[in-house]
């Protein structure tokens, strides 16, 4: 009897049949994925981003069941869940022993449950980051060490870490992204017959899924025997200097940050080689793991803008290439002092005539705003740095208050929580735990403790500032677009120093787009911001329908933060926004500059419940 029959049989006595990994449809770069991480768990994981039904978690499951038996140990498939704690992770104090043999004791947590088997962590965007930050350390090191709650410990945790994500959930921070050693993207879009074949195949497993099983027993150990020998074999794989400088090359090429992009793919050539059953590694093994390396990692190279000569010597007609700054590039207006000198006094009428007909035009076209105009009008203008505003602060709103420590230790007693010689039961309220290993060092000898003592709440609320910025073309008057970039420089760089998280969101032309993903402020923004154009009307119901979308994202992906908004806008559009009202702190940033101002800011700042703060120019 082999090891599957084995594992096979266990299953069966425990009730739970697996899908075979054999019999899941399509997902090829998926399945090589899983393979090379089961071959190599020191790969550092596999992060799947794609749409729900296409199979993550299927596959996920169906990969555990193909891990051979080692050190006596057989393999688990472990969930992580979103809630988890960091003691539930890495192992904590083992109260029980203390209590009992008064001796200090380790107890393991989900790492050592999931040693040489698979760890599942579903919705990893949405996981605090610590504990992303934890996981994939363990993940890369085999090891997992614990030096907290006065245990000193350290064991073996060699697992396949799967994260899986919905980037419609909000996204996961570059930092973490990039020590996951593998990604693939997947979709949902199959063909009729891929659709139909994908039922029959699950009609089948659940109608007898015994006998399913025994349909793909064969190809399930020929995988199994396929990663016993791949592991056996690749202590022994060899890369020469030639593989080793394509892999540098395709790196550099990249534009990848750092070098752990090359060490994955050094380290998963060598997997992909051992997989095939080769001691040496081939260009052919690069070109398969190298779009799973650098999906991740690969960036556009920042290119430098035009200088002076070259845009003096390029040609008046040729239209601006888009840039990469988010999609409101649009083309140059086309020079107006050598083609109007050119012209008649009766053409010039006639072209100046054209011309407010099309933003009559286009005006009617947005109902309820002003200054819409037609795409070849959209202009940039640069920030201008020496413009410093000093804004008002926000109401302080978080997403968790602290609790009274006091009044909780009094609740914590009165439920008699702790009076067990277990004291299994905890306080089940957000940073507000008992320190179980200060209070039984302040009250030995003694059951119940004398004094409760509770973990220090974190006093640092991390903020993320979410920022709306009007990109419409009445911006462009007054050079009121230069001014709202310049606030939105001082948002940013005010952030960067306080090490916040801002989230940046354009509006314009009927159209809202993200310019920076939430995540830490970056240090440099002017060049970003210099590169968005100002074109089209003030959708301003549109920008702030997708704001209320993101802030309950954000307060998913980041529990606890807390969260502002700052709307930066000229005010031109007659949208009423009673309905759209935020439940955040925001403020409204007014800046219209004209003489006789239309006086929109107070309005909308009131229908919102925002502060209104105007920008003097």
């Known amino acids: ?75 688990e498939f472990v969930t992580l869940p979103l809630g988890a704690s960091e003691e539930m992770l890495i192992g904590t104090l083992d109260l029980d022993h203390v209590l009992k043999d008064k001796q200090v004791k380790f107890s393991p947590g989900l790492l050592k449950k999931a040693h040489t088997g698979v760890l599942y962590v579903d919705e990893v965007n949405l996981l605090s980051d610590h504990l992303v930050d934890q996981l994939l350390d363990v993940a890369s090191s085999g090891v997992n060490i614990v030096e907290r709650d006065g245990v000193s410990h350290r064991h073996d945790a060699r697992f396949t870490l799967i994260g899986t994500m919905n980037p419609d959930e ?32 699950r009609q089948s497993f659940e109608k007898d899924k015994v006998a399913f099983c025994d349909n793909y027993q064969a190809k399930q150990i020929l995988l199994q025997q396929q990663i016993s020998d ?62 799973l390396v650098l999906l991740h990692r690969q960036q556009s190279p920042s290119s430098p803008p035009p200088s002076s000569s070259s845009q003096a010597g390029s040609s008046p007609d040729k239209p601006s290439e888009k840039n990469n700054s988010g999609g409101f590039s649009r083309p140059q207006a086309p020079q107006q002092n050598d083609s109007q000198s050119e012209l ?28 819409a105009m037609p795409p070849k009008a959209g202009e940039k203008q640069k920030t201008n740095e020496d413009v410093k ?45 008992p320190d179980w290993f200060n209070t039984l060092t302040n009250s030995l000898g003694q059951w119940p403790p004398t004094k409760f003592s509770f973990k220090k709440v974190n006093t640092g609320k991390e903020k ?18 230069s001014i709202a970039k310049s606030v939105v420089m001082n948002i940013t760089d005010k952030a960067y120093i306080q090490r916040d998280k801002i989230s940046l969101l354009g ?74 009202k935020l439940n955040i702190p925001t403020l409204l940033i007014d800046i219209e500059s004209a003489q006789i101002k239309r006086g929109r800011g107070p309005v909308l700042a009131n229908q919102l419940d925002a502060q209104y703060f105007a920008v003097s120019s």
Not at 175 to 192: T, W
Not at 275 to 288: L, N, P, S
Not at 465 to 470: K, Q, R
Request: net charge negative; glycine share 6%; hydrophobic share 35%.
């Open 344 to 371: 008649k006094p009766e053409q010039q009428k006639t072209d100046q005539g054209n011309k407010q007909a099309e933003e009559s035009s286009d005006e009617k076209g947005n109902v309820g705003e002003w200054g």
């Open 464 to 481: 993320l500032h979410l920022i709306l910025l009007d990109t419409s073309a009445s911006t462009l008057s007054d050079s009121l677009s």
């Open 1 to 75: 009897m082999n090891k599957y029959d084995e594992r096979n049989i266990m299953s069966q006595e425990q009730q739970e049949v697996i899908f075979p990994f054999s019999a899941v449809q399509g997902q090829p770069l998926f399945k090589l994925a899983l393979l090379l991480a089961t071959v190599n768990p020191l790969i550092g994981g596999v992060l799947i981003s794609g749409p729900r039904g296409s199979a993550k978690s299927t596959l996920a499951r169906a990969v555990a069941d193909l891990l051979p038996v080692t050190e006596g140990m057989t393999p």
């Open 170 to 201: 909000g996204e996961l921070r570059p930092q973490l992204k990039d020590r996951f050693g593998l990604m693939v993207e997947l979709d949902n879009i199959y063909s009729i017959e891929e659709r139909i074949r994908i039922v029959k195949t």
């Open 389 to 433: 505003v000093v804004l008002p602060s926000l109401q302080h709103s978080t997403l968790s208050n602290a609790l009274n420590t006091t009044l909780l230790s009094e609740a914590f007693n009165k439920n008699n929580q702790g009076n067990t010689t277990k004291g299994e039961k905890k306080s089940t309220l957000e940073s507000n735990k």
């Open 230 to 291: 791949a592991q056996e074999l690749l202590p022994i794989v060899n890369c020469d200097d030639t593989c080793l400088v394509e892999i540098a090359t395709r790196c550099q090429q990249a534009n990848v940050d750092g070098l752990r992009a090359d060490i994955m793919m050094h380290r998963a050539s060598l997997t992909h080689a051992a997989w095939c059953g080769r001691k040496e590694v081939t260009f052919a093994d690069i070109e398969q793991v190298a779009p």
């Open 507 to 580: 509006f314009g032309n009927n159209n809202v787009e993200t310019i920076i993903k939430a995540g830490r402020a970056p240090k440099k923004v002017t060049s970003l911001l210099d590169n968005i154009s100002a074109i089209g009307g003030t959708p301003l119901r549109l920008i702030l329908e997708k704001a209320g979308q993101s802030i309950k994202q954000l307060s998913l992906q980041y529990p606890g933060v807390s969260l502002f908004c700052y709307l930066i806008t000229d005010g031109r559009s007659r949208v009423d926004l009673s309905d759209l």
